[in-house]
Nanobody, 124 residues
Framework: QVQLLESGGGSVQAGGSLRLSCAAS????????MAWARQAPGKEREGIAQ???????NYASSVKGRFTISRDNAKNILYLEMNNLKPEDTAMYYC??????????????????WGQGTQVTVSS
C-alpha cells in the first residue's frame, strides 16, 4: 500500500519560515516525479513545486525564489522549505507522486497519489 504522509505545517507570522516533510512508504519514491501542491478554502488545488527523479525542479511563479523543493531518495522523504511566507500562502499543503509518467508536470491531475495534507497558516 503506497502512502504519503506530510508533516511540518503550522502557524507563523508573515516573513517567517517553515519546512514541510513528506514521508513515502510502500514503494521507493526515487523513480517518480514528486510534487507539492496547495489548496486554499474555496480555491482549486494549485501545483507549486515539482522535482523529478534526476533532481530537476520547477516552481510556480507565486513561490519561486521563496520555496525550495528537495528529496532524500535514501530516506524516501520529500521536503519543502518555505521562506518569507506571506498571508496568501495560507492553505492546506499536499505532497503528491506521479507514478504513471516519466516527466514532471505542474498539472495536479497528473498525480495519482496524494497525502492527507498539512495546514499552513500565515498571519499578517
Amino acid at each position: 500500500q503506497v502512502q504519503l504522509l506530510e508533516s511540518g505545517g503550522g502557524s507563523v507570522q508573515a516573513g517567517g519560515s517553515l519546512r514541510l516533510s513528506c514521508a513515502a512508504s510502500g514503494y521507493s519514491n526515487s523513480s517518480f516525479c514528486m510534487a507539492w501542491a496547495r489548496q486554499a478554502p474555496g480555491k482549486e488545488r494549485e501545483g507549486i513545486a515539482q522535482i523529478n527523479s534526476d533532481g530537476t525542479v520547477n516552481y510556480a511563479s507565486s513561490v519561486k525564489g521563496r520555496f525550495t523543493i528537495s528529496r532524500d531518495n535514501a530516506k524516501n522523504i520529500l521536503y519543502l522549505e518555505m521562506n518569507n511566507l506571506k498571508p496568501e500562502d495560507t492553505a492546506m499543503y499536499y505532497c503528491g507522486a506521479d507514478t504513471a509518467h516519466l516527466t514532471c508536470s505542474d498539472d495536479v491531475d497528473r498525480y495519482n497519489i496524494w497525502g492527507q495534507g498539512t495546514q499552513v497558516t500565515v498571519s499578517s
